[in-house]
């Protein structure tokens, strides 16, 4: 008696090895991300955030403003026609792959797929801070806040003294105002050690001079934040060890952003490790990918004052 051929059955998945990008496919999800790209320090200071599917995004603005006069009796107006002007914002893609062992993922804590997609997440952050504070908006990179700055709001360090560096400080936030920019949402960036000699320097007689306020939060009135995205090691004359202080008005920052976190796992892929392309199948890693796209633009040149040859806490 004839029978029917058995349907093949397929491998068990219990035979085949524990595949790890399951489970890193549910714990990245684009909702972690988007939290942890808040905290970088350009958005955390409060740069306008816009949406930008489609790859560019045309910002107009008024390269010359309107002016109006006084007249008298029968009189005709003034006329005057304002003189457009536009940003644009065109992706800048910053991307990052890491390997990661799968035995690993397989024998070790739940928790070591969260604390390696955490260090990618400090990573970009750290990355995409430094690019939009002092990029020079070459090799693919936007351009940062150093940068945007108009020359005449560029001013140099006096030499350190509490009188010196009060001054300074004044000094950028009159340069802003001198200019017409109304400071809407005014706020330092600060480099660690531009931070702690503030916190830390006394008056004659013996008192912090700026700590108490600085404990709230603010300087000059305004709020401030630290990053190591701001170096000490700049050159200026003969100094080596120079840093830089911003001011920044950031209702002129403006940063457009895809909105898409792309979030490639693989355990078959290639990638390449610094010096040579590698096959993670071969050996026995697990892949992933980060891809953000973003741009940044300052809509006033002079909403971005900065302070150079900063040698505070030398």
Known sequence: MATSPKPRRRPSRRALPRMAAISWRRSMRPTCWLRAEAKTMIR??????????????????????????YIGENANPTHSNPVFGENILTWKKLAVTSAISNDLLRYNSPQSDAVV???IVRSLSVTEDAAFIRSQGVGGEPKGLRYWASAGSIIAANTVSIANVTADLGKAIYTMLNNNVPVTKGAWLLSPRSWYYLITIRDAVG??????????GTLFGYPFFVTTSIPINLTVATN?????????????????????????????????NGSSVVAAFSLDQ??????????????D???VVVVTGVRWGV
């Open 44 to 69: 955390q200071a409060g740069a306008v955030e816009y949406p930008m599917p489609s790859g560019t995004l045309h910002l107009p603005k008024v390269a010359t403003g309107v002016t109006g006069g």
């Open 117 to 119: 997609r955490d260090d």
């Open 207 to 216: 008192n912090l001079a700026f700590q108490p306020e600085m404990k709230g």
């Open 240 to 272: 080596t060890d120079c840093s830089e202080v911003y001011f920044v008005n950031f209702d002129d920052v403006v940063i457009g952003d895809s909105q898409r976190l792309l979030i490639d796992v693989s355990s078959e892929a290639a990638y390449y």
């Open 286 to 299: 697990t892949v992933i990918r980060a891809i953000a796209e973003h741009d940044l633009v300052v809509r």
């Open 301 to 303: 040149s002079n909403a």
